[in-house]
């Protein structure tokens, strides 16, 4: 989240699209209905299905799974037609006005750059204009054709209302009166909020769909605004801290971009990422990587990462190629991987497509699975019926199941969708052999050092210089972990300006990433966490409720990264002039010589509005990016793609070019190519989903959340069970190109047939939480029907768009 | 006195007079039920579950988010979902949550023949004492919500008790405590009304122009009270009765049944010391005893 869990109470506007926040998060869903009751907030969904959030909203308007880019492109073209942005902000905050490169194209459905081959885009000419003074172009007057607001009114206007219906469903009308809500925000006194999850990122446009919402947010000049932002609910209680801890294959922790094989040279590493501002005036705050990198490293490897070894760059991995949980499997799946562990995670459940993960899962030698309950991954190679039919005799892998401790029995922190870190306490001790994860692990990792250093093997540098300097070796202790990756200084740390001036002295923990050094005199795990853990002690245990801003920013209750900062690009929330857009909802301003307020500034403290330091310091441009550069693998304009598995066979978009069906840019591997269905056998959509009731697939073990819901059901449309004849209640087969699942019916007018480009969808829904294992009657995994494929960029898997049959069993 | 902070105001199937000696008397209580807050997450029901230490049976999926299907010994709460158009063309979703209403004139209480049995408690709570239960079913004729459910296991019957244990501690129930957005909450009945007023209005304003509050008056009114959006048509909620009132079955029953019973009765246990001073006391013989 951009902003954070309470601030949702003071949007005016709420939209929930690519999520179902009253259904997956029904605590924090709390805040809506706060925003409701006491600002007079109006709820907008957008969804497939009339879902629970849609029970409680103003307007639902429905949709044909995977066609937010066409709706929300739509939305973009009805702001810029009907002159419904912040004009002010768009100039001055966003990158509207900066001019492009004359090569940059977009044909035919593709951006300039695609070698069909490789599936890949040369991004090179993604690019802005740069001027003779090294600085990008810009045409204040956005009447420039080369300039990000012209071509970006060019890209939308082929989205008209007729365009959207015609590719989305959703009937003309209701599209316009939620773009019509919408544009209402785009008055400086008015905010929106929008709140999203795996609806969006579980497409193979993920990326692209949220950065649509995010260039509408621009365009409206609700990004950094209180009750504003772009809002990921996260699915667990920890998955943001999972994220910024490394959870991402091609990053280190805090986001810091790992090298890559060609990057040996580490001066060269580092200049790449330490941006050089592309404005004057900008603090394109990456400038700071160094910093983050040799602390991080100093955390890794203490004394034996010196200046002279460049911090021990090489005993740092270098990628070939991303490991997102997709190339992992399809690796197994080709005999390239001998064992795998396997921590908190059921991938048999949780990876598209079970026979393959199944057929990859029974190619390794072992299997170490790490968890606090049985799982349908630990018992992968157990026959079960239909439900899982295989024969033991002819897998090989050894299966090692170490019993770890459940959350509530761990002490530790928690960062929330908010970016709010918590510290939390055991509150039992684990059952019978079960260990903490950290433990497990710990375990693990010193005897394989201890291998090495009697055996050796090949290039054991980065196990045995390891730092592990923790009181028990076996069990380190969250409050020392939590100390590590806040950071300590290791020398005297003092201020640029007046070196007389110590910030910190040598082992002390450190206040602020302000405070870390590229010379190796301070440590630091994740700069962003940097100061949760300071001189003045753990401060993400604080739990003090006082709210001087009135508007639930809390500032004493945990730490939020960065900086205890709990609106980013805070900076926005005010004019250019430094006063904040509506004084009711103020949060810092400026005073006549710094920024001040209620919130931690996103900004130089002392940055004077006349000096135009732009509010998105993480950019070189200090802007927001209506044009994305070169960051998305699939274009830096999001463009309508259908599903791989379409209904429609063409993307109506482009229906001459038979390269952007899908999304050109996605990889698709031979074997997954060939699993992929098409609509003449598999004429329905599907969506997968999660239900209030349950948790993933761990509270089917729950007694509790089983009674209250029992056994596995589908979700269809009255239209297409009254043609299938099937009644609500019976059992029907839904059939995929790759599997089948048998599941009760329930025929609902909550899902409705949608007319798309002349021709009727149907959309089945399929909830995910039965399974094999646990006390809830057994059911099929759902992701015997999901398609291997994903983002172009993130490689999420597309579980939320696929094609299907229905019979009754 | 089953609970020492509570006076019990009616008794069923007794005569002798309620508790009257505490000055301030109890202040009415009332649960109330936003529907149109309400995102039918079933936290209640588990709630429920965990204070009250009651588990159902693990049952099927029967084509509706309602699990378990009905209220039972064991689910003393249920959500009832429901798919309605009021207008045409705009579907709603109307999820209530079910169970006792908790009525001032409690048709359960008064149908019920056993003494204790079922008590009214001076704060409104309506309330069942199991050990006193004949499991006759009486209430469930009583009850003009179709609430109290007759335990298989043990022959008695169950509901909703408010959690009157917690609110004799100055507690809220525990459905009230975990609703995440504030669709149930609970106090005096005089505040649950008024902050009824507030939501009222706010749905009036988002062009429910039906919405009101449900306290029947057919039953006396009820401590348990819900937001509706369509106050006009309470039986778009599963089924919700319009103008609930106490079946005349159970008139009947207290009006003259009662005192031709109570003779009844009356003449079995003359019977019954007529028989014992012409018979004697029936006497085991003395091989039946062995064989025992």
């Known amino acids: 989240m951009t902003n954070h869990w309470v601030d949702i109470k003071n949007a005016d506007l709420i939209i929930i699209m690519g999520g179902n926040a009253a259904e997956a998060h029904p605590c924090g869903f709390k805040w809506v209905t706060e925003a409701k009751a006491h600002r007079g907030a109006k709820l907008v969904v957008v969804d497939p299905r009339f879902n629970r959030s849609a029970a409680v909203s103003d307007f639902y308007a429905p949709i044909r799974p995977g066609t937010d880019i066409a709706f929300l492109g739509g939305v973009i073209n009805y702001l810029l037609s009907n002159n419904k942005i912040h004009e002010e902000y768009v100039k001055n905050y966003t990158n509207a006005p900066y001019l492009v490169r004359e090569d940059f194209t977009f044909e035919e459905g593709l951006f300039s750059g695609y070698d069909a081959d490789k599936r890949k885009y040369n991004r090179d000419t993604w690019d802005y204009a740069l001027g003779t003074d090294g600085y990008v172009q810009i045409d204040e007057s956005l009447q420039n054709p080369r300039c990000v607001f012209q071509l970006m009114m060019q890209h939308y206007s082929r989205y008209t209302p007729e365009t959207v219906s015609q590719v989305c469903g959703t009937p003309k009308e209701a599209f316009l009166k939620v773009a019509e809500m919408i544009g209402e925000t785009s008055r400086p006194d008015k905010v929106m909020t929008i709140l999203y999850a795996l609806g969006w990122t579980q497409h193979s446009t993920g990326s692209q769909n949220i950065r649509s919402m995010a260039m509408i947010q621009l365009l409206l000049g609700n990004i950094g605004r209180v009750g504003g932002g772009v809002n990921a609910l996260r699915g667990h209680s920890n998955v943001q801290g999972i994220t910024d801890m490394n959870l991402v294959s091609g990053v280190m922790p805090g986001y810091l971009r790992l090298a890559a094989d060609e990057e040996q040279d580490f001066q060269g590493f580092l200049a790449k990422r330490a941006l050089k501002p592309l404005r004057p005036n900008q603090m394109s705050y990456w400038q700071n990587f160094p910093k983050f990198w040799v602390s991080l490293a100093k955390t890794f490897y203490g004394n034996a990462a010196t200046k002279e070894n460049d911090f021990a760059y090489q005993w740092f991995p270098k990628y070939d190629k991303p490991y997102d949980v997709l190339q992992m499997f399809e690796r197994m799946h080709n005999g390239e991987m001998n064992g795998f562990i396997c921590q908190g995670f059921n991938p048999l459940a949780a990876v598209p497509c079970l026979q393959k993960v199944s057929a990859a899962l029974s190619k390794l030698k072992y299997l170490v699975v790490i968890d606090p309950l049985s799982t349908e991954t630990a018992e992968f190679w157990r026959d079960h019926g239909e439900l899982n039919e295989v024969d033991a005799s002819k897998i090989q892998t050894e299966v090692f199941r170490l019993p770890a401790n459940c959350f509530v029995e761990e002490t530790g922190s928690y960062t929330n969708s908010g970016r709010v870190l918590q510290w939390h306490w055991g509150a039992a001790n684990g059952p019978g052999e079960s260990k903490g994860d950290v433990e497990i692990i710990a375990g693990i990792f010193n005897k394989l050092r201890t291998m090495y250093k009697q055996d050796g093997g090949t290039f054991p540098d980065p196990i045995l210089n390891l730092t592990w300097s923790y009181a028990i070796p076996d069990a380190p202790s969250p409050e020392e972990l939590a100390q590590e990756f806040s950071g300590k200084a290791l020398a005297d740390v003092v201020d640029p300006k007046d070196p007389t001036k110590v910030l910190a002295k040598a082992g002390e923990q450190l206040a602020s990433f302000a405070h870390l050094r590229d010379d190796g005199s301070t440590s630091s795990g994740n700069w962003l966490y940097c100061g949760s853990w300071s001189q003045a002690g753990n401060l993400m245990a604080r739990r003090d409720t006082s709210d001087p801003s009135g508007l639930g920013f809390y500032p004493s209750w945990g730490f939020a990264w960065p900086a205890n900062r709990r609106v980013l690009y805070n900076r926005a929330n005010c004019d250019v002039a430094g006063k904040p857009w509506d004084p009711s909802r103020k949060t810092i301003a400026w005073n006549g010589s710094k920024w001040v307020g209620f919130d931690v500034p996103d900004m130089r403290p002392d940055a004077a509005p006349d000096e135009d330091v732009g509010p998105f310091i993480m950019h070189p441009d200090g802007v927001g990016h209506l044009f994305a550069l070169k960051g998305m693998a699939d274009g830096p304009f999001p463009e309508h793609y259908e599903p791989f598995e379409t209904p429609l066979g063409v993307n109506p978009m482009h229906p001459k070019n038979p390269l952007v069906t899908s999304n050109p840019a996605s990889r698709l591997f031979a074997y997954d190519k060939a699993q992929l269905g098409k609509a003449d056998k598999f004429p329905y959509v599907a969506t997968t989903y999660r239900l209030t009731e349950h948790y993933h697939y761990w509270t089917k073990n729950v007694l509790i959340n089983s009674i209250l819901q029992p056994s596995q059901f589908i979700e269809m449309d009255e239209e297409l069970a009254k043609e299938k004849g099937i009644a609500n209640g019976d059992t029907v087969k839904v059939t995929s190109n790759r599997g089948f699942i048998r599941a009760v019916a329930m025929v609902t007018k909550r899902l409705r047939t949608l007319d798309v480009d002349g021709k009727k969808v149907h959309t089945i829904g399929i909830p995910i939480h039965w399974g094999f294992i646990g006390v809830a009657k057994k059911g099929f995994l759902a992701n015997r029907l999901t398609p291997f494929v994903g983002d172009a960029t993130a490689h999420t898997p597309e579980f939320k768009a696929f094609l299907v049959n229905i019979e009754k069993a | ?292």
């Open chain 2, 1 to 292: 006195m089953a609970l020492q902070s509570l006076d019990i105001k009616a008794r069923s199937a007794t005569t002798t007079p309620s508790p009257d000696v505490r000055a301030a008397g109890a202040i009415p209580v009332a649960k109330l039920i936003d529907i149109s807050k309400c995102i039918g997450c079933k936290a209640c029901q588990a709630a429920c579950m965990e204070w009250n230490d009651l588990r159902d049976t693990i049952g099927e999926n029967v084509g509706v988010y309602d699990n378990p299907a009905d209220l039972s010994a064991e689910s003393w709460t249920v959500m009832r979902f429901s798919e309605v158009e009021v207008e045409q063309g705009r579907l709603e979703w109307l999820i209530r949550k079910d169970g006792c209403m908790h009525c001032a004139n409690p048709g359960c209480l008064k149908a019920c023949p056993s003494p204790g049995a079922i008590v009214q408690y001076s704060n409104g709570i309506v309330d069942f004492h199991e050990e006193n239960c004949i499991g006759c079913g009486y209430c469930i004729t009583g009850c003009p919500f179709n609430i109290p459910r007759l335990s298989k296991k043990d022959n008695k019957a169950y509901k909703c008790t408010l959690c009157s244990d917690r609110v004799a501690v100055g507690l809220e129930p525990a459905c009230v405590k975990t609703c995440p957005t504030g669709a149930i909450v609970f106090g005096s009945k005089v505040d649950m009304i008024h902050h009824a007023e507030g939501r009222i209005t706010d749905l009036k304003e988002r062009g429910f122009q039906n919405a009101g509050l449900y306290d029947p008056q057919g039953v006396g009114g009820t401590h348990v009270m819900y937001v509706l959006q369509h106050a006009d048509q309470p039986q778009l909620y599963a089924g919700l009765p319009n103008d609930p009132s106490i079946s005349p079955m159970v008139a009947i029953w207290k009006g003259i049944t009662k005192p031709l019973m109570n003779f009844g009765l009356g003449m079995a246990v003359l019977a019954g010391l007529f028989h014992f001073v012409t018979q004697g006391p029936n006497e085991a013989k003395e091989e039946e005893e062995e064989k025992q």
